[in-house]
Nanobody
Framework: QGQLVESGGGLVQPGGSLTLSCTTS????????MAWFRQPPGKEWEEREF???????????DYADSVKGRFTISRDNAKNTIYLHMNSLELDDTAVYYC????????????????WGQGTQVTVSS
């Protein structure tokens, strides 16, 4: 049984930067696609938004239009960790950020992911 643990959330001013980490354990996720989703305040769990995804090899990434050019997803399989580097943060980026894992290719559908972390809060505020 696998586990994912996010870290790195916090309070940041608009225009600032933050890097989230997701460390996996309990099983090997090296061959899994990984992704970041977020749940903005006032949204239900079922309304999580896709943020970014990465293939197991790291050579293919996908981004939501709202974060393209500002966020970068990466992974270090040797460290069992994926990252989300967030730059030029905006007020609308405020949310609980979750990492997720699924076999095969990345997907933008949250229901396609079998493994989830507990989430980390990111608050963008002046």
């Amino acid at each position: 049984q696998g586990q994912l643990v996010e870290s790195g959330g916090g309070l940041v001013q608009p225009g600032g930067s933050l890097t989230l980490s997701c460390t996996t354990s309990g099983r090997s996720f090296g061959a899994y696609a990984m992704a970041w989703f977020r749940q903005p305040p006032g949204k239900e769990w079922e309304e999580r938004e896709f943020v970014a995804g990465i293939r197991w090899s790291g050579d293919t990434t996908d981004y939501a239009d709202s974060v393209k050019g500002r966020f970068t997803i990466s992974r270090d399989n040797a460290k069992n960790t994926i990252y989300l580097h967030m730059n030029s943060l905006e007020l609308d980026d405020t949310a609980v950020y979750y990492c997720a894992a699924r076999a095969l290719l990345p997907s933008r559908r949250s229901n396609d992911y079998a493994y989830w972390g507990q989430g980390t809060q990111v608050t963008v505020s002046s």
